[in-house]
């Protein structure tokens, strides 16, 4: 029965949003009480954060995998890169909950957000190395992690939106993600 609950939540919140979707209408979606939600899940703000933590162990997962296949850390951001853009399209209901939610209608602390502070934990590790390594010119680490992080974020929402096929002309995304990394190491920048 949790997982029912979370599965329709999931799809009334990203359908929907957060704010228009009530444990009245969970409940509904799933012909169950609305009270009797009570007994798996506090409020819908935990029900939101499970969802949220769901995603990012989820991503975590493919995190994990790239930092044992690829030890060089230029190669990591680049599918690190690639990987976040093939979440965002494999799985765009979590991507939606991970991204789009307001944080102030989640739990960004405790047990419901282990896996969000991992995958931002490796993500700057990488960062980290290739500033050790050299690259990224004069940048500070965060200046490098937020940048880096915008860019392929933004990225994944063009293309997810159809707006990045529109207007590249038939551009190859994965080639485009390669050339905007080597812009970001070029020789000279911060």
Request: proline share 3%; charged share 25%; with cysteine.
């Amino acid at each position: 029965m949790r997982q029912r609950i979370l599965d329709a939540a999931k799809q009334l919140f990203v359908k929907e949003g957060f704010e228009n979707v009530s444990l009245r209408r969970i409940a509904g979606k799933i012909q169950y009480s609305p009270a009797a939600i009570y007994r798996y899940f506090k409020n819908k703000r935990e029900i939101l954060s499970v969802l949220r933590e769901e995603g990012f162990a989820r991503y975590v997962a493919r995190q994990e995998r790239g930092m044992k296949a690829y030890p060089d850390p230029v190669e990591r951001l680049r599918i690190g890169g690639k990987r976040y853009i093939e979440f965002s399209h494999q799985e765009p209901d979590y991507y939606q909950l991970m991204f789009s939610t307001d944080c102030t209608q989640v739990d960004l602390d405790g047990e419901w957000a282990v896996s969000s502070r991992i995958t931002y934990t490796i993500f700057r590790s990488t960062v980290e190395e290739c500033i050790a390594k050299g690259h990224f010119g004069s940048a500070d680490l965060d200046t490098a992690v937020f940048s880096l992080w915008s860019g392929v974020h933004g990225m994944a929402h063009l293309i997810a939106t159809g707006q990045a096929n529109m207007l590249s002309g038939g551009l190859n995304f994965d080639t485009l993600l390669d050339a905007m990394i080597a812009f970001w190491m070029r020789p000279g920048s911060s």
